[in-house]
C-alpha cells in the first residue's frame, strides 16, 4: 500500500488530478476540494489515503497535474 496525502487547505479545485487520475482522487461534494476517492480514504478522512501498489503511478500522474502541489504521494 501507498500513502497518499492532499493538503486540502491549499487546493484551488481546479480539477486536474481527479481528470488525470480518477481512480484515487475525486471532488469533495460538500467544499468541491479534492478528496481521495472514498474507497481508499483512511479513517474517512478526505485528506489521508491508503491505494494499492498499481495505482501508485496514476496517483503520481495526479501529484504531477496539481499547479499548487498539494498532493503527496508515498
Ligand atoms: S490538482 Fe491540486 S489544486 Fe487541482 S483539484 Fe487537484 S488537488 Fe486541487
Same mark, same amino acid.
Given at each position: @500500500?501507498?500513502?497518499? !496525502? *492532499?493538503? !486540502? $487547505? %491549499?487546493?484551488?479545485?481546479?480539477? =486536474? ?5 480518477? /481512480?484515487?482522487? =475525486? %471532488?469533495?461534494?460538500? /467544499?468541491?476540494?479534492? @478528496?481521495?476517492?472514498? #474507497?481508499?480514504?483512511?479513517?474517512? %478522512? &478526505?485528506?489521508?489515503?491508503? *491505494? &494499492?501498489?498499481?495505482?501508485? #503511478?496514476? =496517483?503520481? $500522474?495526479? =501529484?504531477?497535474?496539481? &499547479?499548487? %502541489? ?5
Amino acid at each position: @500500500m501507498v500513502k497518499v !496525502r *492532499i493538503d !486540502r $487547505d %491549499e487546493c484551488i479545485s481546479c480539477g =486536474a488530478c481527479w481528470s488525470s487520475c480518477p /481512480d484515487v482522487f =475525486a %471532488e469533495n461534494d460538500d /467544499d468541491g476540494l479534492t @478528496m481521495v476517492a472514498t #474507497d481508499y480514504q483512511v479513517d474517512g %478522512e &478526505p485528506g489521508e489515503g491508503s *491505494i &494499492p501498489d498499481d495505482l501508485e #503511478d496514476c =496517483a503520481n $500522474d495526479g =501529484a504531477d497535474s496539481c &499547479p499548487v %502541489e498539494c498532493i503527496h504521494v508515498g
